[in-house]
């Protein structure tokens, strides 16, 4: 998949042979051109959860480098919380992250955001809200969210390329919005089904178990639900810096795995 060239995504090019299919059969039996047609439908719904297929448009979900290396993305934040204590852990491991912020915590902790981009991490866009249900949402809120949260990180010097759309999923309207504002998307390879670091126990285990090259790894870096669970959350997290050393593994940017920039500054 070529980013960045305008060409009509999978979902359109089924869609317009099922539809002249569908119509030819029809005349001889409705009930099959309606199953056709069904089925379609299906494959679209589908698509949105599996958005790695690229069936309704272009989305980077892992590397292409052929090599033992991995990228680390943290989602929801930033959060004075647990930002800083993720920060200082990649610190220790040289590692550099990606931080996929949403509009309304970015603006809340302008001083994070200024030391996470002095460490040498980057920044991509989560939206303004971090909606759940944003891609059930209109075409108008998801453009809003998408560009309020780019509002948001421009008065802070950082233009973000890259869109993560909140919990993975994606619909047909997203990348009209994505191309229209020169943004790309990007998922995930690797994820510990952590709700958001709600189930933060063995977090490490679930990453560790399958991680390989190439892989974009899932995590957040939003408080857990007991403050009790802030250091069990970053013992976690060193487990898997230490366990993706230990497997052969090195941690590098995600631009480095994409071949793309995630983000440019302006001033900071």
Do not use: W
Request: aromatic fraction near 6%; proline fraction near 6%; include cysteine.
């Amino acid at each position: 998949m070529e980013y960045g060239k305008k060409r009509l995504s999978p979902a359109l090019i089924t869609g317009g042979t099922i539809l002249i299919s569908a119509f030819a059969v029809f005349f001889v039996c409705p009930l099959l051109s309606a199953a056709v047609l069904s089925l379609y439908v299906g494959l679209c719904v589908a698509s949105c959860f599996f958005p790695q297929t690229n069936f309704l448009g272009p989305v980077i979900s892992r590397g292409r480098t052929g090599k033992n290396v991995v990228a680390l993305t943290f989602d929801d934040g930033p959060s004075e919380a647990t930002t800083r204590k993720i920060l200082a852990l990649l610190d220790r491991y040289g590692a550099k992250a990606t931080f996929f912020v949403s509009g309304v915590n970015a603006a809340r902790c302008p001083d994070l955001m200024r030391e996470l981009i002095r460490s040498g991490h980057t920044v991509g866009n989560h939206s303004l809200n971090h909606d759940p249900f944003l891609m059930l949402r209109s075409s108008r809120a998801l453009e809003r969210e998408i560009v309020e949260a780019g509002n948001v990180l421009q008065k802070m010097g950082i233009e973000a390329l890259a869109f993560r759309p909140p919990v993975g999923i994606v619909n047909p309207k997203l990348f009209p919005i994505l191309q229209a504002r020169g943004l790309f998307c990007v998922t995930f390879s690797r994820r510990a089904r952590d709700a958001g670091n709600l189930r933060i126990r063995n977090l490490s285990g679930r990453i560790l178990q399958k991680v390989k090259g190439d892989d974009i790894v899932l995590l957040h870096d939003r408080p857990p639900r007991n403050p009790e669970d802030q250091a069990v959350l970053c013992n976690e997290m060193e487990k898997i810096l230490a366990g993706i050393r230990a497997r052969g593994l090195k941690v590098v940017p995600l631009a480095e795995l994409t071949g793309r920039d995630i983000m440019r500054l302006r001033s900071l």
